[in-house]
């Protein structure tokens, strides 16, 4: 299995920047397709964006598209999100995960297998 931990979130204005990171450790990074969720308060958990094993496709949700970049670095162990272009409604608790399967990247949250504990994002307007 995998143990992930979130960094990177925080306070930034709307139209701010941040880079969440996600380490990895356990068995071999790059066994897994990779993806952050969010989750807002009063709100389910949100498909953001996934990751193929070497990186070599993406998907993401609608909204972010364009402003969201997810990328990995399996040298280092380690799936970022950057985000551009804020806005409040990116506001929640943001979530990397790791998939086991194969096929088509998923956006469900109840099919990946390992979760890291989250980090915030507040986006003030």
């Known amino acids: 299995q995998v143990q992930l931990v979130e960094s990177g979130g925080g306070l930034v204005q709307a139209g701010g920047s941040l880079r969440l990171s996600c380490a990895a450790s356990?068995?071999?990074?790059?066994?897994?397709?990779m993806g952050w969720f969010r989750q807002a308060p009063g709100k389910e958990r949100e498909f953001v964006a996934a990751?193929?094993?070497?990186?070599?496709?993406?998907y993401y949700l609608d909204s972010v598209k364009g402003r969201f970049t997810i990328s990995r670095d399996n040298a280092k162990n380690t799936v970022f999100l950057q985000m551009n272009s804020l806005k409040s409604e990116d506001t929640a608790i943001y979530y990397c995960a790791a998939d086991e399967r194969w096929g088509r990247l998923g956006t469900i949250a109840r099919l990946y297998d390992y979760w890291g504990q989250g980090t915030q994002v507040t986006v003030s307007s």
């Open positions: 990751i193929t094993r070497s990186g070599d496709s993406t």
């Open positions: 356990g068995r071999t990074f790059s066994s897994y397709r």
